[in-house]
Nanobody, 120 residues
Framework: QVQLVESGGGLVQPGGSLRLSCAASGSILRINAASWHRQAPGNQRELVAAVTSGGSTNYADSVNGRFTISGDNAKNTVYLQMDSLKPEDTAVYYC??????????????WGQGTQVTVSS
């Protein structure tokens, strides 16, 4: 069984920063790729940032230059550093991980989501 536990969400003022964490636990051989997505009320879930095991990253235009995705392979943890936050960044943020289990099987797992609210 593999689980993702997200943390780091909360209320922040416009212009502030937050760092989200996504920790994977269980029988994991390696993380192949990871991404962060978000969903605001009434909107579809959208990709925010993604990273591969090789370190390649890509970002949504709306967050490029303000958000940074990174990972710690030793801890099986993925981070999303969010700077210069705007009210339109308010959403539930979800982590997604593509991983290989020790059994050799590949899995795609979603976190439970963490609320980010940007408001004065």
């Amino acid at each position: 069984q593999v689980q993702l536990v997200e943390s780091g969400g909360g209320l922040v003022q416009p212009g502030g920063s937050l760092r989200l964490s996504c920790a994977a636990s269980g029988s994991i051989l390696r993380i192949n790729a990871a991404s962060w997505h978000r969903q605001a009320p009434g909107n579809q879930r959208e990709l925010v940032a993604a990273v591969t095991s090789g370190g390649s990253t890509n970002y949504a235009d709306s967050v490029n230059g303000r958000f940074t995705i990174s990972g710690d392979n030793a801890k099986n943890t993925v981070y999303l550093q969010m700077d210069s936050l705007k009210p339109e960044d308010t959403a539930v943020y979800y982590c997604n991980v593509d991983l290989t289990r020790r059994s050799g099987f590949r899995s795609n797992v979603w976190g439970q989501g963490t609320q980010v609210t940007v408001s004065s």
